[in-house]
């Protein structure tokens, strides 16, 4: 185990009836002018929004909004939202949505104190110092960024990716309702569960470790499987929703790289150049293809510890190989309608040649393997089919 600090300072209010509070808790805390930031309209259709705007008005809140952030958010957006806040002085931002609106809120409250392009944050130009309050209802659990200081933006001019980590744009309040996400479509739901698991195995697979740890990634990971299938067939089971979420943000707040060197990562970044490279494509879709791709290429280094995987995941008895292993995650990702190859999402064998030279650029990566181009092209090659 690798000595760590760990300091997480949002505060969770979680639950059912808790997205009311909201207006409450920006009095409590002196804000009186808020940016309302949301996305391409859920929040209107299952009455998200209109709780929001309630609890404001209850509370003497004023907001302004932006709407229309997209899925992979792009900078552009950003941009447009800080000339807002500059305008009408707000005093926080409240993120109504998913992980693209919360990252998006994060890069604006950030960009809100900074004379400069605060893309220069994203590609190391530019360390943040300060940034506006920030607080979130989210809808969508998936990314953990409810409760963690990374915000993911693409600048659409480059093609480019990129993320930023920072103390100053954790939240202050983080509300997760599980009941807002009924409305959630199933591919949203099994997307989101194949990132979170997707985080827990980064921490995993990592060269250092413990075994407390590692039971508890184990624990995230079986109750996201178990939860994910029970929620494809019932949307509204309360239960099912609750571990579902709590999962998603214990995934990557910190808890899962206690005692770890920080994480391999190498497949989030295999994937960000996808999804750059294809906006259409969710996240979590590409994590499900490259993420088995990457253990494939690397299962030498990784062979002792897929075996435990294969036994505390999956069950697995007997004999079996690291093979077989990889081989049970990808049929658990086909069997709730994730695909697992880059052709089955309209990726092309031309295009793995551009989608190299995207990831290239923040290369070498990873832990387990420090990746370079050549190895990077491989990966994407053993996913293609
Ligand atoms: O835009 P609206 O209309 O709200 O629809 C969204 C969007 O189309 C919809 N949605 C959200 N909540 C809903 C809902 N639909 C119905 N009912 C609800 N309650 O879901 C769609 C996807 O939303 P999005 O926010 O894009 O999804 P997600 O939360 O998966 O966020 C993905 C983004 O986060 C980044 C990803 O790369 C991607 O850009 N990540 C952020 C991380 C972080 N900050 O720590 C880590 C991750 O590894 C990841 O990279
Ligand atoms: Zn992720």
Request: a negative charge.
């Amino acid at each position: 185990m690798e000595n760590f600090v760990f300091h997480n300072p949002t505060k969770l209010v979680f639950g059912k009836g808790t997205v009311e509070k909201i207006g409450e808790y920006l009095k409590k805390d002196g804000i009186r002018k808020v940016l309302m930031l949301y996305g391409g309209g859920s929040i209107k259709k299952n009455g998200v929004y209109e709780k929001v705007v309630r609890s404001l008005h209850d509370n003497g809140i004023e907001k302004v909004e932006v709407s229309g952030v997209r899925p992979n958010p792009v900078l552009s957006k950003v941009h447009e939202a800080i000339q807002v806040a500059r305008e009408n002085n707000v005093e926080a931002i409240l993120a109504v949505g998913g992980g693209s609106v919360v990252d998006s809120a994060k890069a604006i409250a950030a960009g809100f104190y900074y004379d400069g392009d605060i893309w220069d944050a994203f590609i190391g130009k530019y360390n943040v110092k300060k940034a506006l309050p920030l607080y979130v209802i989210l809808t969508m659990s998936a990314t953990g960024t409810e409760m963690n200081g990374n915000a993911v933006v693409t600048n659409e001019k480059t093609q480019e990716k990129f993320y930023f980590s920072s103390k100053h744009v954790y939240p202050v309040l983080s509300i997760v309702d599980p009941t807002t996400q009924y409305s959630l479509p199933a591919n949203q739901v099994v997307y989101g569960a194949i990132d979170a698991i997707s985080h827990v195995m980064e921490y995993y697979f990592d060269v250092a470790g413990s075994d407390l740890i590692d039971r508890i990634d184990e624990g995230i990971i079986k109750t996201l499987m178990e939860t994910t299938e029970v929620i494809l067939k019932e949307p509204e089971n309360y239960e099912a929703r609750a571990n579902f979420c709590l999962a998603t943000t214990l995934a990557l707040n910190g808890l899962t790289g206690l005692g770890t060197t920080g994480g391999d990562w190498s497949s989030h970044e295999l994937e960000h150049a996808i999804s750059a490279f294809n906006p259409d494509i969710a996240h979590g879709a590409g994590l499900a293809i490259v993420f088995p791709a990457w253990m494939s290429y690397v299962k030498e280094q990784i062979s002792e510890k897929l075996i435990k995987f294969g036994k505390n995941v999956f069950g697995m008895s007997g004999e079996f190989s690291p093979d077989d292993v990889i081989n049970q995650l990808k049929s658990w990702y086909k069997k709730i309608g994730a695909p697992v190859t880059l052709k089955e999402v309209g990726i092309n064998k031309e295009d793995i040649e551009k989608i190299t030279q995207l990831a290239n650029k923040h290369a070498p990566f990873g832990t387990v393997k420090e990746l370079k181009m050549e190895d990077i092209r491989k990966i994407y090659e053993i996913a293609y089919e």
